[in-house]
């Protein structure tokens, strides 16, 4: 009688889907993170890229400024 109200092959389903349910949420959460996240990345790229371009122009240029004479021998 003791058998039938205690069923191991039933606990351990349990264990299981309650793994793959909470395995499952957990991808669902980083999903959403990652998408909210690749929606905004944007955002500002562009004006990033500028500020970039324009930093490494100031570089190039202060460098080039300082070269008075360029000699081939």
């Known amino acids: 009688m003791l ?9 351990v389903s ?3 889907g309650i793994l793959v ?4 949420a957990v991808a ?3 999903s959403y993170f990652y998408a909210v996240n690749v ?3 944007d955002t500002h790229a562009g004006e990033t890229a ?4 324009n930093a490494l122009i100031n570089v190039t240029e202060n460098v080039c400024g300082n070269i008075s004479e ?3 021998p």
């Open 39 to 41: 929606k905004y990345s």
């Open 70 to 72: 360029i000699t081939i």
């Open 50 to 53: 500028k500020n970039t371009s």
């Open 28 to 30: 669902a959460i980083a």
């Open 14 to 16: 349990m264990e299981m």
């Open 3 to 11: 058998k039938k109200l205690y069923s191991k092959k039933g606990q």
């Open 21 to 24: 349910a909470s395995a499952v």
